[in-house]
């Protein structure tokens, strides 16, 4: 789809015919919209020097992540119209599901992690959450944000699409989320405090928001190397 390059799923098959060798490969399940490709990389006895680390956001391109500045990010992705698409929707929570998984295995999030079908270059209004601890995943489809509380908090957050840097914004510690199950059910779901900021945060992508867009008057996003929550949930006061 859009990554620059990540490794075939499964092995490539290596046949040796007189003086020639050849490579083979094959999968029964492709991903959707994938292409495929091969890159050769020859040896050779020249001592080089050790590679420079790839940057957080260089790790999440290769993985299919679209970045900041791409236009896809920047458009209101199409809703699902349900029960009609709930093949294509399924698709799409599929793939989603997919790049979580390997995004999970390129970072470890201590705050969860959530991802938009916009970032995976696909627009369409869907998304997961995964909050920290849990092995279920919060599936978004077709939501908006119906109520927020009237207390907001400051916090750091990152985004696969721009993971070199963090950003400190205020979001409302309580909202209220309207969404449909694959069946074209609508239901009203509350979300608290940190999860509250993760479905918020996947929503904005969902409509061509970014979290930058949040940040106050004078102020940046930090650098990655900068913030000291890596790992680690939100702080919230407890009463």
């Given amino acids: 789809m859009t990554a620059e390059s990540m490794p075939f799923q499964a092995a ?6 007189a003086d020639r060798t050849l490579f ?15 890159e050769w990389h020859f040896r050779n006895n020249t001592p080089t020097a050790a590679a420079t680390p790839p940057k ?6 290769a993985l299919g992540i679209l970045q900041y500045g791409d236009p896809v990010l920047r458009r209101v992705a199409r809703p699902f119209a349900l029960p009609d698409e709930a093949e294509d929707a399924r698709r799409v929570i599929s793939e989603l599901h997919s790049a979580t998984q390997r995004v999970a295995q390129a970072h470890t999030f201590g705050k969860g992690m959530g991802i938009a079908a916009p970032q995976i270059g696909i627009e369409r209004a869907a998304a997961l959450v995964c909050p920290s601890g849990s092995d279920d995943a919060i599936t978004l489809i077709n939501p908006r944000i119906i109520e927020i509380s ?3 908090d400051h916090q750091y957050e990152g985004c696969l699409s721009f993971f070199d840097v963090r950003c400190r914004i205020p979001r409302p510690l309580m909202i209220h989320v309207e969404h449909q199950d694959i069946t074209g059910e609508r239901r009203i779901t509350i979300f608290e405090r940190g999860i509250a900021r993760l479905v918020a945060h996947e929503i904005d992508h969902i409509n061509g928001i970014v979290c930058r867009d949040y940040l106050e008057p004078g102020t940046h996003p930090i650098p990655v190397e900068q913030y000291r929550g890596t790992g680690t949930n939100w702080h919230y006061t407890t009463y």
């Fill in 24 to 38: 083979s490969w094959s999968t029964e399940d492709p991903l959707m919209h994938a292409r495929y490709g091969l």
């Fill in 12 to 17: 490539i098959h290596t046949q040796q015919q």
């Fill in 56 to 61: 957080p956001s260089e790790t999440m391109t």
């Fill in 150 to 152: 009237d207390d907001h």
